[in-house]
């Protein structure tokens, strides 16, 4: 802490709520000596609605909804997550191409929610074009969740028993060209940002998350897989196909932000595998199971436990019989990596905090629930 | 596991059962610092999931350990009184219990003895009550 | 750092910014992908969950029943008050119905547990008013077209 110089004093610097590079209402408490971090503290809650208790009174379809409302950049993965613990406790057997249809749904939707990271990532360091080219290319999924599910971001479209509807004619075909697409966007990404003296500087070695803490404070998805933890919720408990399916777990050993941004950035061309894969086997049939109207699963708990873009999604549901359940719990990722956050941030700059806090790719929706 | 958590914590190990990859114990309050250690040893260093629910005649607080190496789960659920419910904090174990402890203070009421910074979380400071107790 | 790598690490940056402009370059010159909305419209699916319209049958009257099926459905309550007309038809039909845009999520499970099919989520997205009671639906502002006539 010693700057060899005349002690300063330490300041107190809010960052946010309303700020740019917070990625929605978060508030850090910056305790800086000059322009060095010294301790942060993240206040969080602004953005709390009471999901879960507002769960509690509820039927069991009626709860799908709102778990599109947390993490609002990939719904279908908080969808999957609740909709698993719910079909764990029912014990119902979806319909194969249904499977299809959710894995589909669930890629396609880590892509868009990687290209936002992309894009306001880049943004963040000053590169503005890459993030009109990352919405551009998320636009392209935008249109084919509107022309499947009618709904952009909120779609609810992975139901309990299977999905919403069947894709339309065209679907196929408009989601193989996007999966030619993306692998050369994702070439000019690496070009005007990968490769660039600015950005390289400002993330290779900065925020550094050793392993064993990432592990300690239940850190997962890119996060943890960018210190090196080969832990994927797809390959450790695959659910869906996603058992059948050939894909990689990226990972990159430099725990910095540099590691994790270039774990997404594989994981997209992985996503892209994973989409051809499916859209290539896509099996003939139903796309929802028979579901009585009234949903009363018996009395017991279900873990249901998902990858979702930002790292280990999981909801925890609680039966007593009733057609309500007693406890919806969301246990949010970027929970665990904003409490692990003041770790990281200890000895950097200012600035650096923009890239360290965009790196981890919070949102706040499912933060605060 | 439930042979050695059993011969180890004895009376303190309520109950065991295997369910599919998870382990589901429950124990005695005072004895969760002991057990959580002991599982950590045991190659669970992963806290997925801390949270707790109300059963209606007592709280129960749920902890989820993983091991990331072979994908067993260890569910180790705590009863607690539904006010005034004192636990030991497990932050010194596991990092990763900071803040679902301290939201479990928020919206259940549940102290954590032993936690650096036991503040609510989600709600504001002069909020009144523990919002999901029934 | 010595003179030499000094050279060879700013001539690798002006690279990597060549490089990055080469890749804006053959963006410029790609056809746009905006457009210029409320100028111009943008193409809206078949599918899409948006405003929320009552089907008449063929005679011209509403298909709902005031079953409250729908009303059951709604997680968010947008839907409180449905009131029929006492069957003094041959069945029952929907005489107030109210929809609460601000509530509703659009998330279609009315549609969905509607037996008659006599609701539907329509393509208009563009739901706005001057205050609140401008966002709540009665049953003339909700009257969707005949059988047969487009939308």
């Known amino acids: 802490m010693t700057t060899g110089l005349t002690p300063t004093e330490h300041i107190t610097l809010n960052m946010g709520p309303q700020h740019p590079s917070t990625h929605g209402v978060l508030r850090l408490e910056l305790e800086l000596e000059g322009e060095v971090i010294v301790a942060c503290r993240p206040i969080i809650g602004y953005l709390h609605r009471g999901i879960e208790k507002m769960a509690e009174a509820r039927t069991y379809p009626q709860v799908l909804p709102y778990t599109d409302r947390l993490d609002y950049l990939s719904s279908s993965s908080n969808n999957m997550a609740y909709v698993q613990a719910v079909e764990k406790l029912l014990g119902l057997e979806v319909p194969e191409r249904a499977k299809y249809l959710r894995v589909i749904s669930l890629e396609l939707n880590r892509i868009a929610s990687h290209l936002v990271f992309l894009a306001t990532f880049a943004n963040d360091l000053g590169a503005t074009t890459v993030f009109l080219y990352g919405m551009r290319e998320r636009e392209l999924i935008m249109d084919l969740f509107s022309m499947w599910a009618g709904a952009r971001l909120t779609q609810s479209w992975i139901r309990i028993g299977g999905v919403g509807a069947d894709i339309p004619d065209g679907f196929v075909d408009q989601a193989l060209a996007f999966c030619r697409l993306m692998p050369k966007r994702l070439d000019e990404y690496d070009r005007i940002l990968t490769g660039n003296r600015i950005f390289r500087a400002r993330t290779e070695g900065v925020g550094i998350l050793p392993p064993e803490l990432g592990v300690n404070y239940g850190a997962s998805g890119p996060t943890l897989r960018g210190s090196g933890v080969e832990f994927d919720v797809r390959r450790a408990e695959p659910y869906e196909v996603y058992g059948d399916l050939d894909f990689e777990v990226v990972t990159r050993p430099t725990c910095d932000c540099m590691g994790r941004y270039l774990v997404r950035m594989q994981e997209m061309r992985q996503s892209v595998r994973i989409l051809e894969q499916c859209l290539k086997r896509l099996p003939e049939g139903e796309v929802r199971a028979k579901v009585p109207r009234v949903i009363r699963p018996p009395e017991g708990e279900a873990y249901g436990r998902v990858e979702s873009p930002r790292g280990e999604f999981a909801c925890y549901v609680v039966s007593d019989g009733s057609p309500r359940p007693a406890r919806v719990r969301f246990r949010a990722p970027s929970f665990y990596h904003l409490s692990v956050l003041p770790r990281m941030l200890q000895g950097w700059k200012v600035g650096d905090a923009v890239a360290i806090l965009g790196s981890i790719d919070i949102v706040l929706g499912e933060v605060d629930r | 596991m439930i042979e050695e958590l059993r011969s180890r914590f004895g009376e303190a190990l309520l109950s065991a059962e295997q369910v599919g990859r998870e382990l589901r114990v429950s124990v005695a309050a005072a004895a969760l610092p002991e057990v959580a250690a002991f599982a950590k040893e045991h190659g669970f260093h992963y806290p997925a999931d801390i949270t707790a629910w109300d059963a209606g005649d007592e709280l129960r607080v749920v902890y989820r350990l993983v091991d990331l190496a072979s994908g067993e789960h260890l569910v180790i659920t705590v009863p607690a009184p539904r006010s005034g419910a004192r636990l030991p904090s497990l932050v010194p174990i596991f990092g990763g219990a900071d803040w679902p402890e301290r939201e479990i203070y928020d919206l259940f009421g549940v102290r954590f003895d032993g936690h650096p910074d036991l503040r609510r979380i989600l709600l504001t400071d002069d909020w009144e009550g523990h919002p999901l107790l029934k | ?151």
């Not at chain 3, 909305?37 to 005031?66: N, S």
């Not at chain 3, 038809?89 to 499970?109: N, P």
């Open chain 3, 1 to 151: 750092m010595t003179r030499t790598n000094l050279f060879v690490d700013v001539v690798l940056s002006a690279l990597s910014i060549v490089k990055g402009l080469m890749v804006t370059l053959t963006n410029a010159l790609r056809p746009r992908v905006t457009r210029n909305h409320p100028f111009q419209k943008t193409p809206i699916p078949e599918v899409w969950r948006g405003r929320l319209v009552h089907l008449r049958g063929e005679d011209g009257r509403l298909r709902c029943t005031a079953c409250l099926a729908c009303q059951k459905a709604c997680p968010s309550h947008a839907i409180p008050t449905i009131q029929g007309d006492d069957k003094k038809g041959k069945e029952k039909r929907a005489q107030v119905y109210v929809w609460d845009a601000s509530r509703c999520l659009f998330c279609g499970l009315c549609v969905e547990a509607c037996p008659f099919d006599a609701i539907r989520l329509t393509r208009e997205y563009s739901i706005v008013g001057e205050d609140r009671a401008d966002l709540i639906f009665d049953l003339n502002r909700l009257l969707g077209p005949a059988e047969g006539e487009t939308a």
